[in-house]
């Protein structure tokens, strides 16, 4: 069974590539076309009237496609649910993908308006506008489509959706029952996720989770990514007199709340950025399979330090997709009076630092923030959730207020599970290259309690490239990002799991 | 001689306070209409117009005591210099004070304008305002004068024109020499000051110096002020990432500034706020008498804490007057990325502690700085005077810039000086009452370039009251303030030095 298969996908998958020019290049022309259209509805999640008119496209193009579609309610604005008529015996993908984008500061854009796409071809360190309808006579690879949502998250939409044109040219039979679900506020946070996966949790069963968001690796190779770390904060402020004084007069006898921040934060961490706080890194523990994938990633270490301009990165892990496996601490700001020209000769009245803790699924955050409250004490502070009144500033000589911020989770999953291998398999015979596998992202997504709580295995499957300038003004898609995009739903759909 | 000089001095001093209600009321009623004619004429030191009108005031308001008067010119505003006709024989007093005003905001002050004088009483907690020809009817010395430089330092100098008018009407034959000088820029730094005394060194030769700025110890007694300290700054910045990166995808990657930053600085002091950096408090030593004289000083360390809101006071001295002999270490400004509601999940790109260092005559200011560069150096720092280049960033492991301000040095004259023990026992005949000698002030003055220059014994003889309100809005002068001031000035310029 499993010999005959395989003799399937290898067909299957040749046909593809052979077909590339002939049916491929005219789906991409498709999909720059209908691009083009879905980006020129703007989609600020601010704007319920936006999502509205999105959500009315995506009915529109989803049920061309032979999809029975849905609006499931939330709190907040509704989800877009699509799905094809459903076949015992086949195992269920869950796509998950979002049709919001970040606001738009149109200003701040080299074009006309960010819902307006445009073409542009690259010369050096730049890029070049060309006509759009250039487009008719050729299509460059290299060229880019810049706008809004264009990478995320539009296009992968786009790219599905023409998978779906592809898969039914050739009159594929798809191995798959194929659930999409397409977010309208992942931009905000997606805040009603979790309790929408709790009321629609029948209508969202599946075998796993695929998502399509977010860039491939920076080494541009297809890339699968079985995690993402979580994310807690804690902001720290230490208090000198209760206002600002003058610093002749009081300097060297007024507590300084500087120093005692300093202090504080100093004991936290070694001189090489290892956080020294007791049990911090308690659980995590790497295995040599495990460890292999990590060092299989292509990062070039010597790359990142050229581009960030360090000479010694920190040393929580000895490589940099080690130190991803490890919880941060990590501070984001310090403030305290003033400084550049605006500095003044005062004991400042208090200092704030502002920390993130990354986390992993070993490091629950409530428990990390409890670790650092219990150092900080250990330190010989008190711990307040206020400011201090004046009775608890004259009754503790070291106080320090800890606020602490929610906890987003981190998921991972098993990077031996099969679906994983099954993903990682049918792009590697789909491109012909090595797959990055990434077995944590350092970034967090708001999606993660939504897939905590589906408990399903989950993957990102990044179709957009690297250099997208995804959440800032030039937001771009590659045009060669898109074929990618439609080959890898169109391999991964159209090829049966083993 | 000494005998019969000290019997001259008792009568005097007790006719004085005999006549207080008789002389002393009329003058102290002359003086106030003096002081708002003065406070009339705007003086920002930034407006020369402004200063010119201030200088014509002067002129004629010291013409008329008796003074020849010049304009001394310098590379900005001319100083006002006055003087007596000399006598051979006679030890001379220079008087130092100044004429400009810090600048005014107007619209925070509550009255109309900061020149135009208005009288309040207090009544709890605050002041209500009474009609100015309340004043002619009676006079009540908690009033006050409100108005810019009431207090700094045009009060003072109404209360030298006045205490002269009170010595001439009592025929006193004055056993100095006096000279005046008045600055025009003191609130702007006084630059202009160190270049002048090197030209008019001649004319403003004299066997001491006496100050007349600032406010009276905060008990209110007769205060003398032998010394203030000196300032220098340092600016001191860490780096991370060359640009701000993603918490999540830098976290416990990138090297973090403000960890670096802390570090540096927790070296820098124990957890009781006495500088560790070798040598910083090398060469400072207080003899017993020096220490009574600190403990005299009538503060309330249990005050201070309760006002400043504090439990426990850095351990550099064991008592307020004692930490002021040792130079500070302070923290005025931290920076680094955002906090509050602005912090934003980024590893910021650089970290920016601001300190100032006060000075006192055994620790100078560029011995400090090295002192602390030093450290930093044996803390594994590369240091540079600017911000690193990328060859520089990949090149050191761990860079800190450091900027350094210039130098104002301390002054102080010794306790046991001839003058400084005629001025307090004068004081303390012509009041009643002991006098607050203070060794050093924590505050800096920017004369004191101009000080140390002219090489003589120097002192602080403050005139006005405590809550002044100096260099803000509602700055003013308590009306008994004003009759101490030309009590102080009538007793010190009648009173033979023995």
């Known amino acids: 069974m499993r010999v005959i298969l395989l003799l399937i996908l290898t067909i299957s998958i040749s046909y593809t590539y052979s077909q590339d020019s002939l049916l491929l290049k005219p789906q991409v022309a498709n999909s720059i076309n209908e691009l083009q259209d879905f980006v020129a509805i703007p989609n600020d999640a601010l704007n319920a009237n936006d999502i509205q008119r999105n959500l009315f496209w995506l009915k529109e193009k989803f049920t ?35 049709f919001d984008g970040q606001s738009v500061d149109p200003g ?25 309808e250039t487009l008719k006579d050729s299509i460059d690879y290299n060229w880019r489509l810049f706008g809004r949502s264009t990478s995320d998250d ?52 599946a075998d796993f989770l695929l998502i399509a968001d977010g860039p491939v690796h920076s080494s541009a190779k297809p890339t699968v990514v079985y995690g993402c770390r979580g994310i807690t904060t804690l902001s720290l402020t230490t208090y000198g007199p209760v206002k600002p004084q003058h610093s002749g007069h009081y300097g060297n006898y007024a507590p300084n709340p500087g120093f005692q921040l300093a202090q504080l934060l100093a004991s936290m961490k070694d001189t090489e950025g290892r956080v020294t706080i007791k049990g911090y890194y308690d659980g995590i523990t790497i295995s040599e399979a495990e460890q292999n994938i990590l060092k299989s990633v292509p990062d070039s270490n010597q790359a990142i330090a050229e581009k960030l301009q360090f000479k010694s ?84 000589t070291k106080i320090v207020t ?39 992202m350092g970034g967090t997504v708001p999606i ?4 905590n709580e589906l408990q399903i295995p989950a993957f990102i499957v990044p179709m957009v490239n690297p250099d997208n300038n995804q959440h800032s003004p030039n937001e771009n898609l590659k045009i060669g990002q898109l074929a990618y995009g439609i080959k890898a739903f169109y391999a991964l759909l159209s090829t049966t799991p083993n």
């Open 154 to 205: 539009k296009g992968p939409i786009v790219m599905l959706l023409n998978a779906f044109d592809l898969l039914k040219k050739e009159g594929k039979t798809l191995p798959f029952n194929i659930k999409v679900i397409l977010d309208g506020e992942e931009e905000k946070s997606s805040k009603p996720l979790p309790a929408a996966v709790k009321e629609y949790r029948e209508l969202l069963e």
């Open 448 to 451: 993660a309690p939504f897939i």
């Open 64 to 98: 061309q496609r032979g999809f029975n579609t849905a609006e499931l309610e939330t709190e907040n604005h509704p989800l877009f649910f699509a799905t094809l008529p459903m076949e015992e015996g086949k195992p269920t993908v869950l796509i998950y993908m979002h």
């Open 108 to 132: 701040k854009w080299n074009q006309a308006s960010p819902y307006k796409t445009v073409l542009k071809q690259p010369i050096e360190n730049d890029f070049e506008t060309i006509p759009l």
């Open 313 to 396: 990165a920190e040393k929580v892990g000895s490589f940099y997709q080690e130190a991803l496996q490890y919880p941060s601490l990590n501070i984001r700001g310090l403030g305290s009076g003033w400084i550049g020209k605006e500095a003044r000769t005062i004991v400042p009245a208090s200092a704030t630092a502002e920390l993130d803790l990354r986390l992993v699924p070993e490091s629950d955050g409530n428990r990390l923030k409890k670790l650092v409250k219990s150092h900080i004490t250990n330190q010989g502070y008190h711990i307040l959730d206020h400011a201090p009144t004046k009775e608890e500033r004259l009754t503790h």
């Open 402 to 440: 800890v606020l602490e911020g929610s906890v987003t989770d981190a998921f991972r999953t098993d990077l031996d599970n099969e679906y994983g291998d099954f993903l990682v398999n049918t792009m590697k015979q789909a491109f012909n290259e090595d797959v990055v596998q990434i077995r944590i």
